[in-house]
């Protein structure tokens, strides 16, 4: 890939540069079975197309309100300081986050090598990197991960909700991002493996939206409106 083209990276974190989507895929999973057996009418286990389809990528409570309406449910939205044991979107999506950081803590982070070899030449090109996640976990992930040091800009859920800014699949987090290094849209490449990531960078109309399929899937991530899809990172090493 020819970098000249391009100003900044702008990076998804959970799936793009840490193997963390998993960790959110299995707390999602835990969370929403322990749920729906628990109400007891019937509903139909969560899968992980439920995950694909509702919750990836998204902000915490955003993944919770999509999923449950994809069943008919609707539960009151409760606040960001709800307990676990609420049952409320904001008590199911802190439930959730417990199990996230049980896991972080017990297991910790170890990078994509192949993720790092992109920010290592990006670095030596001079191209600017941002992290633009919609996890309120990211500046805890990245420091987990020693990734910390690398990243001037870090728009994760937190700095979202401060700002009002909605999350994926709007584009407005990103822009932001862009915003703050000083970069045109134009001139910036978003990087993501949520289809609701993709479908932000193709609303925000980036230079380029770079696919990474890690289980969302190449076409769904094309027809989302990523302009190319690779599996690992260092493919865009290459010139
Ligand atoms: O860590 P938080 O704030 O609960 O954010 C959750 C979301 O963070 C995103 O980065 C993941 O891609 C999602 O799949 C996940 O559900």
Redesign the pocket.
């Known amino acids: 890939m020819d970098w000249s083209d391009y100003d900044a990276a702008l990076f998804?974190?959970?799936?793009v540069l840490t193997p963390?989507?998993e960790v959110?895929?299995r707390a999602?999973d835990v969370m929403f079975n322990a749920y729906l057996r628990d109400r007891g009418d019937g509903q139909e286990a969560y899968t992980d197309a439920d995950?694909f389809a509702s919750?990836?990528?998204?902000?915490?409570y955003d993944?919770v309100r999509s999923f449950l309406a994809s069943r008919g449910i609707t539960l009151p939205e409760g606040t960001p300081e709800d307990g676990p044991e609420q049952e409320t979107v904001c008590g199911l999506?802190n439930r959730?986050?417990a199990a996230?950081g049980e896991v972080l803590r017990d297991e910790g982070v170890t990078p994509y090598p192949a993720s790092v070899a992109l920010l290592d030449r990006l670095a030596e090109l001079g191209v600017a990197v941002a992290v633009v996640?919609?996890?309120?976990?990211?500046p805890a992930?990245l420091g987990a991960a020693g990734l910390a040091d690398r990243f001037e800009v870090v728009v994760?859920?937190q700095v979202a909700a401060a700002r009002g800014l909605p999350g994926k699949p709007a584009p407005d987090t990103f822009l932001y991002a862009a915003e703050q290094l000083g970069v045109p849209r134009e001139r910036a490449v978003v990087l993501e493996?949520?289809l609701?990531?993709v479908q932000a960078g193709r609303a925000g109309r980036f230079g380029l939206v770079v696919g990474v399929d890690r289980g969302a899937g190449a076409q769904e991530l094309l027809d989302g409106g990523a302009d190319l899809v690779v599996a690992e990172l260092d493919e865009l090493v290459r010139p």
């Open positions: 998804d974190l959970d799936g963390t989507a959110h895929m999602w995950y919750v990836d990528g998204k902000p915490r993944g999506g959730k986050n996230f996640s919609s996890s309120r976990n990211a992930v994760d859920g493996d949520a609701s990531g």
